[in-house]
């Protein structure tokens, strides 16, 4: 009986001790950054897509609307001309989100997630972040949000979920002066996980069109 009992108790433990050191699968990313690679606007793109290509070892991927690209070794691009008579902002990215989808699908099969980060941000943390998201939400959702807003300077797209989300957010019955935030807040995806806090270094903070500056998504 002794004996029994000590084994019994070597296999609890087996049991237990695997349990614990059992990890949650490290979710497949890719990164898309949006640009629109003017003139006035291509050496701060091409600083930060250097940073990103120097360090990190996450499949990068560009969409430029400028029809300019960058042909940058280790990041794979789509440029096209954008379409004069888009409304505003919003559906300009939506639409280039949607180009770049319809670009590199077969090669975004293999990825859990597409993150796409707009082109003026390095985000040092993301890829330590990205360890501890679980592999089965529909989106990732930037830090910070408010009452009828969620912020978009980066998302996170379940990579088999991404054209329908692009799709809805982009509808013809979407007011075309509502802001691809407010869109994304009005959508409110059942299953999502948010990100903390990614703080962006001194050197990267770029004023947006409104002139501000962000020091974290």
Same mark, same amino acid.
């Given at each position: ?45 091409? %600083?930060? &897509? ?5 360090? =990190?070892?996450?499949? *990068?991927?560009?969409?430029?609307? @400028?029809?300019?690209? $960058? ?9 096209? %001309?954008? &379409? ?5 902002? =919003?559906?300009?990215? *939506?639409?280039?989100?949607?180009? @770049?989808?319809?670009? $590199? ?113």
């Amino acid at each position: 009986m002794f004996f029994v009992a000590i084994v019994i108790i070597a296999i609890l433990i087996v049991i237990l001790t695997t349990k614990n050191t059992q990890t949650t699968p490290t979710p497949k990313v890719a990164i898309l950054f949006t640009t629109y690679n003017v003139p006035n606007r291509e050496a701060m793109y091409r %600083e930060r &897509l250097e940073w990103w290509r120097d360090n =990190t070892s996450l499949p *990068l991927y560009v969409v430029d609307s @400028a029809n300019r690209g $960058f042909n940058m070794d280790g990041i794979r691009e789509y440029k096209f %001309e954008q &379409l004069p008579n888009i409304n505003g902002p =919003t559906d300009t990215e *939506l639409f280039s989100l949607r180009h @770049a989808f319809d670009h $590199f699908e077969v090669e975004w099969e293999k990825f859990d997630y597409v993150f796409k980060i707009t082109g003026k941000y390095v985000l040092p943390k993301l890829e330590t972040v990205i360890n501890n998201i679980p592999t089965d939400v529909e989106m990732v959702l930037q830090s910070t949000y408010s009452k009828g807003e969620q912020s978009s300077e980066i998302i996170g797209f379940r990579s088999s979920e991404m054209k329908q989300i692009l799709m809805i957010l982009s509808a013809d019955h979407q007011d075309p002066n509502q802001w691809l935030e407010k869109r994304l807040f009005n959508y409110t995806a059942s299953n999502f996980w948010r990100l903390p806090q990614l703080h962006i270094p001194k050197k990267y903070r770029t004023p947006r069109s409104d002139q501000s500056i962000l020091s974290v998504l």
